[in-house]
C-alpha cells in the first residue's frame, strides 16, 4: 500500500494520517496529510482503493475547477503573461504579510494559486502535453529527485519523463 493510516480523535471528528512516499521539498521524510474518515473514504473511491492516488486525483481536479473559471475570463485558460503575474502575485503576497493584512495576504493567497494553475496550463501547452502528463512528468522526475541526497540525473530524469508519456525508458 502507499499510505499508513493511523487513527486518532480530534475536536469528535476521527482524523486519519496519511504518511505520503514523496515528501514536498524543502522537507525531509514523510509528510503527514490529515484527512476525515470522509475524505479518505473519498480519496479511495477516487483512486481506485488507492487513497493517495485519489488525493492526487483531487488536487489535479482543483487545478482543472481553477482552469475552468479562467476560460470565462478575457485572459483565458493559457496565458504568456501566467508567469510575470506570479511573480507580480507573490511580491503582492509578502507585502501583506508584512503589512500584517490577513484579508489581504488571502486574496493574494487565490491569485498565486490561480497564476500557479495557469502556469501549469501554460507550461503543459508549450510542450504538447494534457495536465495530466504534466502532472505525471512531474512526479517521474521529482520522485527521483527525492531520493536521499537529492541526486541529480538527467539521463535518469529525462527516461522517467518519457517512461511516464509513453511508456518507455
Not at 503573461?81 to 508584512?98: D, G, H
Not at 493584512?101 to 508549450?126: F, H, S
Amino acid at each position: 500500500r502507499d499510505c499508513q493510516p493511523a487513527h486518532t480523535q480530534h475536536k469528535e471528528t476521527q482524523i486519519i494520517t496519511i504518511q505520503t512516499r514523496n515528501p514536498n521539498p524543502p522537507r525531509t521524510g514523510p509528510t503527514t496529510v490529515y484527512l476525515s474518515a470522509g475524505e479518505v473514504e473519498l480519496a479511495r473511491a477516487l483512486g481506485g482503493g488507492n487513497a493517495s492516488a485519489g488525493v492526487r486525483l483531487a488536487l489535479a481536479t482543483q487545478v482543472e475547477s481553477l482552469l475552468n473559471l479562467a476560460a470565462k475570463l478575457p485572459s483565458g485558460v493559457i496565458d504568456p503573461q501566467a508567469p510575470a503575474k506570479l511573480l507580480a502575485e507573490m511580491r503582492e503576497l509578502t507585502e501583506a504579510i508584512e503589512a500584517e493584512d490577513r484579508d489581504g495576504a488571502l486574496t493574494e493567497v487565490a491569485d498565486a494559486v490561480y497564476y500557479a494553475a495557469k502556469c501549469i496550463a501554460l507550461a503543459a501547452d508549450m510542450a504538447g502535453i494534457s495536465i495530466v502528463k504534466a502532472f505525471a512528468v512531474a512526479r517521474a522526475k521529482y520522485s527521483l529527485r527525492a531520493a536521499p541526497g537529492n541526486p541529480k540525473d538527467d539521463a535518469a530524469e529525462r527516461a522517467a519523463c518519457r517512461a511516464a508519456i509513453w511508456g518507455e525508458a
